[in-house]
């Protein structure tokens, strides 16, 4: 039986997972914090305690008011693009107000009373397309535009337009929903990470993305969902965990990655019931909403005209349902087709690598580029070689592979690079070449992932998976738009609790959105304000680079789990080189391993885990050494 409530869960009927230590304090641990904690007195002192409750003020309803200041702030920023009156002079950029919802409200036929997928081909997922309708039927009820004369010369003439209070009541609801949903997102989060660390969410309800991107689109839903199902699966309850992230999936697609992080550790520690009921949750969840969906959808041309009847309605009337299936009239798509035809055939979107890359081909020219490739030779020689040494340093027995793939590496870029930009500038790129590049470079990242988790000396947590799986995906995909950053929020929290680094990719995340709008203003104006694409394609290129540095420290933490706070900040593990075998301190059973992972929490591995080759490398003893292989040894990784 699953109980779970705003201040904890907890699971009856089944062991539970060693008592938590005290909760930590982020004052006496973060620097940051510590810092910033001056303005109130200051961090705790060495012997002062921390209580779990104090009084009212429960750590949830702080996180909670972090939240609504958070929303209030968000709906504040944007709040003079509500009127659609200021959608002129690029004032949607100059202010760094634009949001989808405002636009999309009359882009997507909703102003005209039409309904996602039925009357209109709406290019999100189902759930977003119910949540857009379920707010535009009140917002419908308000007043639209009027038009207001006045008197001139005894004439009466035209003066201006009233607000068109369907819109802003349809930015009002919305904001009021994803404040609503926000909070549930931070509260799940908050859960997840378990009462120990129940400030780590903090992170979550204080990013500056939060209040530039609660509004710009719908992605917090896709958020809810999925911190919602990483809360149940920590809860131990599967099946719940599978509904909530194929809710999520069906909402936005990125929660499927989930599905595979958790099986890359449940392959690890064995536990592949749980992940099958997860999984079939998740399948059946999808398919429970897509397939009527499907049935009743109508079909629509490339101009987004609906020319054809629904499968459904089609059948009942005793038409040719069959041919349907395939396609419609005249090459007409099925709306939830056109979905997935509508991500397949767009092109690289501006916030991604693709594009910057695409842009930078463009640029190409030998007569400049000599001296830039000299540097950048210049630079990947220095890191191959800083990267190789520390590589030979740890298995001096592959001295001759690893200085091959230095020198592979090097070479690849110096002979590569110049001709892959010659070959973009002269034939671009293709959508089905681009699709081909990206799905490639993710299969690989997901592969390498795989490997990460399972040969790591310890399995990782579970939110550490998860996150560089998202970042994977965010990097490789040729679709990286602003809000999407909101994905990684609950995901950062939970896999490397820290404020510098994470305050810092904030930073750039920022810088990007402003770069953006600028550039968005130097292309409506021909050049006359705004800036052009070069400092933009840098913003985010910078930003990447800053996102692979979190995704470093992540690895590195995973490679040496002492150094993961999470884990109380260097508990030994089985098998630990720095620990003596037998040790006391090892596989201790109040040490914290994944408060997140559920079923996976101080779970054995049955397989997986560091080859008995690394453990003797750094312990210094034979491959078939003490504990070498053994259950408790280094092959279990568990603790």
């Not at 009927?13 to 620097?31: H, L």
């Not at 002062?48 to 409750?53: C, G, L, N, Q």
């Not at 705004?530 to 490679?559: H, M, N, Q, S, T």
Request: charged share 15%.
């Amino acid at each position: 039986m699953l109980v779970m409530g705003c201040h904890g869960a907890r699971m009856t009927g089944m062991a539970m997972s060693p008592a938590s230590p005290v909760r930590v304090s982020p004052a006496r641990e973060d620097p940051v914090v510590a810092g910033a904690s001056q303005l109130i007195g200051g961090p705790p002192g060495e012997h002062a305690a921390v209580p779990d409750r104090r009084g009212w003020l429960t750590p949830l309803r702080v996180l909670m008011a972090m939240v609504i200041v958070a929303g209030v702030l968000g709906y504040t920023q944007k709040i003079s693009c509500r009127d659609t009156r200021n959608w002129t002079h690029e004032h949607q950029y100059t202010a760094l107000c634009y949001s989808d919802i405002v636009a999309l409200y009359s882009q997507e036929g909703l102003v005209d009373g039409k309904i996602p997928y039925l009357d209109y081909p709406t290019e999100y997922p189902p759930l977003i397309g119910a949540t857009m309708q379920l707010v535009a039927w009140p917002a419908g009820l308000a007043n639209g535009p009027r038009a207001v004369y006045r008197e001139e010369n005894g004439e009466r003439v035209f003066d201006h337009y009233t607000m068109d209070m369907r819109s802003a009541v349809f930015y009002d609801l919305t904001a009021l929903l994803f404040l609503i949903v926000a909070s549930v997102a931070v509260c799940c989060t908050a859960l997840a990470a378990g009462s120990r660390r129940i400030w780590d969410a903090a992170l979550f309800a204080l990013a500056p993305t939060l209040v530039l991107h609660l509004l710009t689109n719908w992605d917090i839903i896709a958020v809810a969902f999925a911190a919602g199902g990483l809360l149940a699966w920590s809860r131990r309850a599967p099946k719940l965990a599978g509904m909530l992230i194929g809710l999520g999936i069906l909402t936005k697609l990125y929660p499927a990655l989930f599905l595979l992080g958790l099986a890359f550790l449940c392959l690890r520690a064995g536990r592949l019931r749980e992940l099958a009921r997860t999984v079939c949750a998740a399948a059946v969840t999808v398919l429970v909403v897509i397939v009527p969906l499907w049935l009743t959808a109508g079909y629509f041309n490339a101009e987004n005209a609906r020319v054809g009847d629904s499968i459904w309605s089609t059948f009942w009337r005793g038409g040719d349902w069959i041919r349907l299936v395939g396609g419609g009239p005249d090459g007409a798509r099925n709306a939830i087709a056109r979905f997935f035809d509508l991500n397949s055939d767009r092109g690289a979107d501006w916030d991604s690598l693709a594009f910057g890359a695409t842009w930078l081909a463009g640029r190409y020219d030998p007569a400049w580029f000599g001296a830039l490739h000299l540097v950048v030779s210049a630079l990947t020689a220095v890191v191959l070689v800083a990267v190789a040494a520390a590589a030979i340093h740890h298995r001096p027995d592959a001295r001759r592979l690893v200085i091959a793939a230095a020198a592979a590496g090097w070479v690849t870029i110096v002979v590569a690079l110049p001709m892959i930009l010659q070959g973009l500038r002269n034939n671009g790129l293709p959508i089905s070449t681009l699709n081909i590049i990206t799905g490639a470079a993710l299969l690989v990242s997901v592969v390498a992932i795989g490997l990460l988790t399972w040969l790591a000396p310890r399995r990782p947590r579970l939110p550490q998976v998860l996150f560089l799986l998202v970042v994977a995906f965010l990097l490789t995909n040729k679709v990286f738009s602003p809000q999407y950053t909101i994905w990684l929020l609950p995901l950062a929290a939970l896999a490397r609790p820290r404020w510098r680094l994470f305050l810092l990719w904030q930073v750039c995340e920022a810088w990007v959105l402003f770069t953006r709008f600028m550039h968005f203003i130097y292309n409506d104006t021909q050049g006359r304000h705004g800036i052009d694409r070069g400092w933009f394609v840098g913003a985010v290129a910078l930003r990447d680079l800053v996102l692979l540095v979190l995704a470093g420290f992540v690895v590195r933490e995973i490679l040496h789990p002492h150094t993961d706070i999470v884990r109380t900040g260097g508990m030994a593990y089985p098998g630990d080189p720095r620990v003596a075998v037998g040790s006391a301190a090892v596989g201790d059973p109040d040490a914290v391993d994944d408060p997140a992972g559920g079923v996976l929490d101080h779970a054995p591995d049955v397989r997986g885990g560091r080859p008995a080759w690394v453990t003797a490398a750094a312990t210094g003893e034979p491959a078939g050494g003490p504990g070498a292989g053994s259950a408790d040894g280094a092959g279990s990784g568990g603790a």
